[in-house]
Every structure is written in structure tokens, then in C-alpha cells.
């Protein structure tokens, strides 16, 4: 009978570990004419209760990745436009993704 030694090794990814822990959200804004560029875009974790700042880039995208799984609020306020939000419901190892549209303010009247 043969006695045997069996090695179990494992080589870990710290990012793809992370991953798989949490999610990732990219957000769209667009606005009549198409995407906004320079919005300002807030996601919020509510498991987590953080909030992180993003700015769109020339595509009207902003990702992040490396969320907390749960409900996750994506708001984007841009000088001129309506704010607008949207929830997600993010589950770890997900990559969603929302778009949120801002429609123009009207002008103020006698002001």
C-alpha cells in the first residue's frame, strides 16, 4: 500500500476575490441630444451608508466597481438639467447597469 501527500495549492486574486464579494454599477446620462458629458453623479450604498462622487466622462458614463450587495441609490445633477435617480438592487458578483435621462429646466419666468 502506497501512502501519498497531496498539496493543495491555490493561487488567489485579490481583485477577482473582490469581485466576486461585490458588485459594479456603470451609469448612463443622457439628455435630449445624447450622452452628458461633466454630470455629477452620486451612488450611494444603503447596506454601507456611503456615498461616492463620480463625473461622467465624454461618453455620459461613470462606473464604479467594488460595491457592497444591496440597495444602491445612483443620482445625477448636472447646472441647467432636473436632477434625476434611480435604485438598484445590486447582489455580489453583479455588473449592472442604469440610465438615467435629464430633461432640461424650464426658464423662470419674470425673474
Known amino acids: 500500500m502506497r501512502a501519498g501527500l497531496a498539496l493543495d495549492l491555490q ?7 473582490a469581485e466576486l464579494r ?3 454599477l456603470t451609469v448612463r446620462v443622457r439628455g435630449e441630444q445624447g450622452p452628458l458629458a461633466g454630470v455629477a453623479v452620486a451612488i450611494t450604498s444603503q447596506g454601507a451608508a456611503a456615498r461616492r462622487d463620480l463625473v461622467t ?3 455620459g458614463t461613470a462606473s464604479l466597481s ?3 450587495p444591496g440597495e444602491v441609490i445612483a443620482s445625477a ?4 438639467y432636473l436632477p434625476a435617480q434611480s435604485r438598484v438592487s445590486l447582489g ?3 455588473q449592472r447597469a442604469v440610465e438615467l435621462v435629464l430633461d432640461k429646466e424650464k426658464p ?3 425673474s
Request: overall charge negative; cysteine-free; aromatic content about 4%.
Open 66 to 68: 467594488e460595491l457592497e
Open 22 to 24: 461585490t458588485g459594479a
Open 108 to 110: 423662470k419666468v419674470g
Open 77 to 80: 445633477s448636472l447646472p441647467g
Open 92 to 94: 455580489a458578483g453583479d
Open 11 to 17: 493561487w488567489k486574486d485579490p481583485k477577482l476575490e
Open 57 to 59: 466622462g465624454a461618453d
